[in-house]
């Protein structure tokens, strides 16, 4: 991929990446340096998020965060996008992640829906608003009720479009209606990601922009390939997702990121183990991970 051209160059396709832990069970930042190597240069990424919820964002601490994104920023922010998760359930928490990002030198901020308090569309508003206005980077917005168990509405949505700095959704509401109805009234320049690899090539049919992907880590080749040629050959990008949908299962098959990181330790990187409340998967939940892995030719390639 060419050089990374600017703040609101994100790309079609971004990985929410996972955080590998070593023996000890601190972050491995050798090997999160690599996972990001090998997601831009032979997993065609136009960009990473860090500090999602695919990276086990509740169980890390600040230090840890920051350092993470110093990290990525550092192996590959000359050449692809690096947005950073700093919201959380408490406004004024993700405020100051925003701004300590933002002094970084992250090139986004992603906000999801504040899990638990339930606000409702009023405090949603006044959530993303607050924060988005303490920094000048551009902001991502994520909605996804189905862990939040809040939604994110069309008509809270445009009007925060409105704001100038609040450019993009990462959608993963589950419905495709809903999903039809942001990219058909959100204003030009305004960016609709899937938030849910299984939904991608739908979502594009609708006018969708790209992906922020779990898949993308072992599978980021294919899934380029599938959202490049969805205008021009719609039947090929058919068939990549066709190819990949058992994978897409699979890695959703047990509590995410339990699956994609037992996935990408296949290939060779030290990144299986996980941070309770999350536990490592038993020979029966990894028996079908492993057989489509090799199905697709994917394990120990990166080894």
């Given at each position: 991929m060419g050089a990374f051209n600017g703040p609101k160059d994100w790309g079609r396709l971004l990985t929410a990446m996972m955080t590998p832990f070593d023996q000890d069970g601190g972050v491995n930042y050798a090997e999160v340096a690599r996972i990001a190597s090998f997601l831009v240069d032979e997993q065609?990424?136009?960009?990473?998020?860090?500090?999602g919820t695919t990276g086990e964002s509740p169980?890390?601490?600040?230090?840890?965060?920051?350092?993470i994104l110093e990290t990525v920023l550092e192996t590959v922010g000359s050449k692809a996008a690096v947005i950073f998760g700093a919201g959380s359930y408490n406004t004024k928490e993700s405020i100051h992640m925003t701004r300590e990002a933002s002094r970084i030198g992250a090139h986004g901020i992603m906000l999801v829906n504040p899990y638990y308090n339930k606000p409702g569309q009023t405090g949603l508003f006044a959530h993303f608003e607050a924060i988005a206005a303490e920094t000048s980077l551009p902001?991502?917005?994520?909605?996804?009720?189905?862990?939040?168990?809040?939604n994110l509405e069309t008509p809270t949505l445009l009007r925060l479009a409105q704001k100038p700095n609040i450019v993009a959704v990462k959608e993963a509401s589950g419905s495709?209606?809903?999903?039809?109805?942001?990219?058909?009234?959100?204003?030009?320049?305004?960016?609709?990601y899937s938030g849910d690899d299984a939904l991608t090539l739908p979502i594009?049919?609708?006018g969708g922009y790209g992906l922020v992907s779990v898949a993308a880590h072992v599978a980021g080749a294919e899934l380029k390939q599938m959202i490049e040629a969805f205008e021009t050959d719609p039947a090929l990008a058919r068939?990549?997702?066709?190819?990949?949908?058992?994978?897409?299962?699979?890695l959703f098959s047990y509590p995410s990121p339990v699956p994609v990181k037992y996935a990408l330790s296949l290939m060779g990187f030290d990144c299986r183990r996980v941070r309770l409340p999350l536990v490592e998967m038993g020979p029966?939940?990894?028996?079908?991970?492993?057989?489509?892995?090799r199905e697709l030719g994917k394990v120990g390639v990166a080894a």
């Open positions: 065609k990424n136009d960009g990473i998020v860090v500090n169980t890390l601490e600040e230090n840890e965060k920051l350092h902001v991502m917005l994520y909605n996804i009720q189905p862990r939040s168990s809040i495709l209606p809903q999903i039809s109805d942001v990219c058909g009234s959100t204003p030009p320049g305004f960016r609709v594009l049919s609708v068939r990549v997702h066709l190819r990949l949908a058992p994978l897409f299962k699979a029966a939940e990894i028996e079908p991970i492993e057989r489509i892995m």
